[in-house]
């Protein structure tokens, strides 16, 4: 039996793995991370926080057959005592020594302006200069809500195959909520900011821009009539994110689902035709701070591009090591966690339908009748069935390829399945979207994407007047 050492944050750690405990994998993984939020609303600030938090935890994955056993155990105390505790939980009769942990080494990501390095009179001061661009707009806004948030988070993680690993991400979002009124009538509208860059990216006065498209978008929503209901072809413009393919394909593109049956409609799928050959779906952790990018997932495992529809035809699930391991394949690249008292599960970052080779503004003018969808709201998908609803912020009716006015009160139905075949038209521009995605209590910081998509028919929720 034989034992390795490795430096951890400043301390070394015994080594463990298949040799030693009879598992498949073994890893200790620890973080450390500081977050400051405000919120304004009604001119006034309502909360103010920040926050450090440190942890580790110790994970053991082994396969018996089709199953694969995960023992897993986290402390918020980081302290080589604790470390041994956790040993002792997983690995009974083990020896007790544990890492000493240190402080973290890592180096942040290039930004220009470290978040944390910003007095907190600054950043109120960006909020209260967000509520007057909102009010400017128009005295019929009732109520603007502004929360800023900055996030420092940084990781380390050693494993059985011998992984040393570290990596530090700086994220910085803000969202800006408007209420606009009328006569007893209430419309909203929202903008949200997020990348993993510094404080920098309030630097060209995105966010007073932010703040005058939702104020502008409430507004102009009270003097628009509520969107027919019924089945009609559809445009998701490139400005609307990717919030359609997120929910509609990405959850059930999962491989966890997939093994579980929740995700019926690929289970057994992998090479065959799931959509038009003109659809390619790609997640991509590399991207430039997008907000869900990394290195390395929290597994260890190296970021790379992972092609789950090429031409129409699917050819991979998003795999974290315990779902690689059921099917004795390599991950892919996918476990995340949302922090370390968390169990990685596979998780989408940057997910993305790739853009194709129509005219944006000829799709829209060859649309006779429907709708034009210029901004998401929220959405939820049922991975068992592929139903989905999502709202839309912001919509248009299109008639003989002219865009005539503004509707409100429009949400989109459908099952995921059905509506990626039903693609017919791809644009060649591309929309970016970032947002927070939950699974099974877990939150993790996401982006998503698509050029303009049209789908013929699609159900519209809205007014049968």
Known sequence: ???????????????????????????????????????LEDGA?????????????????????????????????ASPAAAARLRER??????????????AQCSAPAC???????????????LRAIDRAARDISPLVRQVTAVYGDRRKDTRLLN??????????????LKVSVVAGRDGMLQTAMEVIGAQRGYEVFDDESALRAARRAA?????????????????????????????????????LEADHVQEGSSPAYRGMRGKAVAPETITVVDDPTLPFQRGSFVFDDEGVPARATELVKDGVLTDFLYDRATALREGRASNGHGRRESFASRPIPRMSNLYIAPGKDDPAKIIKELKSGLLVTRMGGGQVDTASGEFVFEVDEGWRVENGVVKHL??????LGVGPEALRSID????????????????????AVSDGQPTIRMPKLVVGGSHD
């Open 1 to 39: 039996m034989t034992k390795r050492r490795e430096r951890f944050l400043g301390g070394e750690a015994a080594g463990y793995g298949p040799s030693l405990t009879g598992a498949d994998y073994g890893e200790v993984f620890l973080e450390e991370w500081r977050w400051s939020t405000a919120r």
């Open 45 to 77: 600030v309502r909360d103010i926080g920040d926050s450090a938090e440190r942890g580790l935890s110790l994970r053991l994955l082994r396969r018996e057959g089709p199953r694969v056993e995960t023992l897993f155990g986290s402390s918020q105390n």
């Open 90 to 103: 997983l690995l009974p009769g083990a020896p007790r020594r544990g890492p000493d942990f240190g402080a």
């Open 112 to 126: 220009r302006i470290d978040p944390a390095t910003v007095p907190l009179e600054r950043k109120l001061a960006l």
């Open 160 to 173: 059985s195959e011998g992984a040393d690993l570290s990596q530090s991400r700086v994220s910085t979002n």
């Open 216 to 252: 502008a978008r409430a507004v102009a929503k009270l003097d628009a009539p509520k969107a027919k209901a019924g089945e009609m072809a559809v445009i998701l413009a490139a400005s609307a994110g990717g919030t359609f393919i997120h929910e509609a394909i990405g959850h059930s």
């Open 407 to 412: 509707v409100r009160d429009a949400n989109l």
């Open 425 to 444: 038209r791809v644009g060649w521009d591309i929309g970016w979207g970032v947002g927070v995605c939950g699974k099974e209590g877990q939150s993790v």
